[in-house]
């Protein structure tokens, strides 16, 4: 059986918490600024912060899953997704598209069409690691 649970709540999380798409803690101006599709390297820490939280709340804490395997908690889909959110934040390595040229880097910015393209290559990335490779990471 496989075990979705984990790509499903990555891929979610990635697209609500993406900094500047819905919201960015810290903004340029406020402490929270709401759909400015902007970023910094502060904000990406603060949003992979609250991405960690949430995800280990959903498949550490809670349990979430398709099915239910295993009694020990398997920390790879957290690892793995907060991983690739912080690296496929768009605007913080790359944005692609970006604003001028098919890929920018550095520039944090972010738009709609990058973050679709980030989510898709996010939900790609967490399924080879979590579904195809079957990654896994027991502490204890």
């Not at 697209?15 to 599709?37: C, D, I, K, M, W």
């Not at 910015?109 to 690691?129: A, D, E, R, W, Y």
Request: charged residues 5%; contains cysteine.
């Amino acid at each position: 059986m496989l075990n979705w649970g984990p790509v499903l709540v990555g891929v979610v999380l990635f697209v609500v918490l993406t900094p500047g798409l819905l919201f960015q803690v810290p903004g340029r101006r406020s402490l929270v600024e709401f759909g400015n599709l902007q970023t910094s390297g502060t904000s990406i820490l603060v949003h992979s912060l609250i991405y960690f939280c949430l995800v280990c709340l959903f498949i550490i804490v809670i349990n979430l899953q398709i099915y239910i395997d295993r009694e020990m908690a398997d920390w790879g889909p957290v690892v793995i997704s907060v991983v690739l959110f912080v690296l496929l934040s768009p605007g913080l390595l790359f944005q692609l598209p970006g604003k001028g040229r098919v890929v920018e880097f550095g520039n944090m910015q972010t738009s709609g069409p990058s973050i679709l393209v980030h989510t898709i290559i996010f939900f790609c990335l967490t399924t080879i690691f979590l579904i195809a490779l079957g990654v896994h990471i027991y502490a204890g």
